[in-house]
Structures are given as C-alpha cells and as structure tokens.
C-alpha cells in the first residue's frame, strides 16, 4: 500500500501554510503528497428555535420541503468550494516542485475522514485550527485535539504564518523507551537530514539524565545528524517554548506518550496549553 504524506486542508488561513509543509515533507521523505479535504455537512450549530407550534401542517410540511431543498444546494456548494481548495493546493505544490499531486475530497467529520485514511497515511500535515475557529483567537481546534489522541501516526501541527525551509529542529526527550523510540525514528527518517537537532531534557541535571541524553545524541550524530544535548531545569513548557526561542528553532518534535514531565505536555489540559501557544510547527510521534 502507498504511504502518503497527507495534508488536511479546509478553508481556514492556516490551509496555505499546510500545503507548503506537506509539500517539503513530501520531497523530504521522497513520499507522494495527497491534499484531503472533508465535507461536513453538518457541523455543529446553534440548535434551531422550534417554532412548529406556531406553523399549520401545510405551511410546515412546505417548510420541511424548503429546508431540504437549501440542505441539498449547501452540501453541493460545499463540494464544489473544497474542489477548489484542492485544486489550488494541488497548483501551489506544483509551483514548488512537486507536481503530481493526488486530492481527494470525503464527507464526513475531518477525525472520521482522516481515520479512514489512516493506513495510507505515512505523515499527517494539518493546521493548528480549522476554518470554524480560524478567527478565534488563542483557541485550539477541537478537531485536532481528537485528532493528537485517535491517529496512530506522525502528525505535524502547522501554525498560521509564511513557510520557511527547517534548519533547526528540537527534540523533547525525557529518557523514556518511548522517547528512545522516537530519537530511533528520527535518526532512520530522512525528513530531518542535514538539519541542526537540539535535544532538550526538562529535568533535573543528574548523572541518569547525562547518561541517556548523551545516548540520544551520539544515535542522531552516528546517523549523520548535527546533535546537541542540553539539561534544563523548570516546567516543561515554559522550558521548552524558551529553548525554542533562544535558539531559533524552526520545528519541536514531541513524543505523543511519555513519562514524567514530558509525558503531561500530552496527557488532558497541558497538551492544549503547549499547542495553544506553539508559534512554530510541531511534530508528535506515535
């Protein structure tokens, strides 16, 4: 089966910045790209006033005629805008050399329709919000906190601004065998190849920690990587949005399991707070 990097888009601003991502991550990895794109039909809205107490049969049953008839113009309206986003998705990768895109269009919920999808999928691109909340300001699309917790592959969260080619890339490891997995990953993908990998563990500074961030580095410099560790002490967010910022990082790769302080960045309120405030993409593992 073709593995896919896959890129959700919608309607949000946050749609151009995906494509540009996905299409990197495509060349990157030497993998086909495909833009999906989900028809909701029926998203979530203000339950309607009941209002057939006042209306006779007649004038009711007209109404119901009406309101199908509007339902089925919407969902065709609907169908034709995504085959637009999917076709200047398709061009704009093209314009940046990628030229044989695939698209396809699904309806159903974005989580559904990406679960669907799931085992052609080799990397998932998608925006830190969808067009339903891309004017509400510091708020995380619910859709992609459904989505961090039920997919079981990569996934890279791209927040909204120009695209800009990764030089640096950080790394949140806390020693784990699950972070250790995820350093393995790193080391035998090709996405992050000659970039600078900074691997950053939130803790305290003892011979333990020494010992396992030191074996993090030496895997990533042994598969031709650029490492560096470091040890830093706080909460792990605030930490880590530091680190980033001090040092021009470009991209956060975050394992979506782990233990101890890391392991709360994705576990209940902690993994909406750090992607809330994420100004660069993030990468979580599976």
């Given at each position: 089966m ?44 203000v ?33 034709e ?11 704009r ?21 990406l ?11 998608l ?15 619910s859709s ?15 927040p ?11 790394i ?20 992050f ?12 500074d ?10 993090a ?23 880590l949005?530091?680190?980033e ?42």
């Open positions: 073709t593995e896919y990097v896959t890129a959700a888009i919608d309607g949000s601003s946050f749609s151009q910045s995906v494509c540009d991502y996905a299409t990197w991550a495509s060349q990157a990895l030497g993998a086909p790209l495909m833009f999906l794109h989900a028809v909701d039909n029926h998203p979530p809205v339950e309607d006033a009941d209002l057939s107490g006042s209306l006779q049969l007649g004038a009711r049953e007209t109404l119901m005629e009406e309101l199908a008839e509007l339902d089925e113009k919407r969902a065709k309206l609907n169908r805008q995504g085959q637009l986003m999917l076709e200047a998705a398709q061009t990768a093209a314009e940046r050399g990628t030229p044989e895109a695939k698209t396809r269009q699904r309806n159903g919920t974005l989580v559904e329709t679960a669907d999808h799931e085992d052609e999928t080799r990397l998932l691109v925006g830190k919000r969808g067009e339903s909340a891309d004017q509400a300001s510091g708020h995380l699309g992609l906190e459904r989505v961090v917790r039920e997919l079981r592959r990569p996934i890279l969260m791209v909204r601004g120009g695209f800009s080619a990764p030089r640096k890339v950080m949140a490891f806390d020693g784990s065998k699950t972070a250790r997995k995820g350093v393995e990953m790193l080391a035998k993908s090709p996405l190849k000659g970039l600078a990998c900074h691997v950053v563990t939130v803790s305290a003892t011979a333990e920690h020494r010992m396992a961030l030191a074996w580095v030496n895997l990533l410099q042994d598969a031709g990587l650029g490492a560096e560790g470091a040890i830093r002490a706080g909460d792990a967010e605030a930490t949005h530091a680190y910022s001090e040092h021009d990082i470009d991209i956060t790769v975050m394992g979506a399991y782990g233990h101890s302080r890391i392991r709360q960045l994705l576990v209940g309120s902690t993994t909406t707070s750090m992607l809330r405030n994420a100004h660069i993409p993030v990468l979580i593992l599976r």
